[in-house]
């Protein structure tokens, strides 16, 4: 008798591993960068989960949100990351044919600029426009650091985590 062919779209048990280990990694790495506000890596490992990964790299992102919001709390902050970050991977997926470090990191640094923007748009509903605009206005400073922060990191950081993340996966991995 013959073992049943893997279905499209189910994870295999080193992928289950592979996604949670990494939805963890991104998890600790903010913590670990957490004394430099708005400055992590969060974006540069769901930018390279989602071109080792594709699709798949979702998993990891809920993962990680989800770590978010046990430690946390499950305020409203929460509910926008259950967007934004699926957001910066389906844009990763879309683009993960490239392989320039600065196209990545413009990308990063663009996320990072419009975080605040994205994050803004429950309020919207909550207590309308001038709401939404005020909390918007509020955190550019600290979207414009989350900005550069993004695109320096990426840009520096891009290759050499990429070289290791091919090190560690195998082709198997990464169906």
């Given at each position: 008798m013959s073992s049943p062919s893997p279905q499209a779209g189910k994870l295999s048990i080193k992928e289950i591993s592979a996604l949670s280990i990494i939805g963890a990694l991104i998890f600790a790495a903010k913590m670990a960068m957490a004394a430099l506000p708005n400055i992590s890596l969060?974006?540069?490992?769901?930018?390279?989960?989602?071109?080792?990964?594709?699709?798949?790299?979702?998993?990891?992102?809920?993962?990680?949100?989800?770590?978010?919001?046990?430690?946390?709390?499950?305020?409203?902050?929460?509910?926008?990351?259950?967007?934004?970050?699926?957001?910066?991977?389906?844009?990763?997926?879309?683009?993960?044919k490239n392989d320039s470090p600065l196209i990545w990191a413009v990308l990063a640094g663009l996320f990072g600029l419009c975080f605040g923007a994205l994050c803004s748009i429950p309020y919207i509903f909550i207590g309308g426009w001038a709401m939404a605009f005020s909390y918007w206005i509020s955190g550019l400073p600290?979207?414009?650091?989350?900005?550069?922060?993004?695109?320096?990191?990426?840009?520096?950081?891009?290759?050499?985590?990429?070289?290791?993340?091919?090190?560690?996966?195998?082709?198997?991995?990464?169906k």
């Open positions: 969060n974006a540069l490992l769901i930018i390279l989960t989602a071109v080792f990964f594709g699709w798949k790299a979702l998993y990891a992102v809920g993962v990680y949100v989800m770590l978010e919001g046990l430690v946390f709390g499950f305020g409203l902050w929460w509910l926008c990351y259950w967007y934004l970050w699926p957001l910066l991977a389906a844009l990763a997926v879309l683009m993960r600290f979207d414009l650091v989350h900005c550069a922060g993004n695109f320096v990191l990426t840009l520096v950081l891009y290759k050499p985590l990429h070289r290791a993340m091919a090190a560690v996966l195998t082709k198997e991995d990464i």
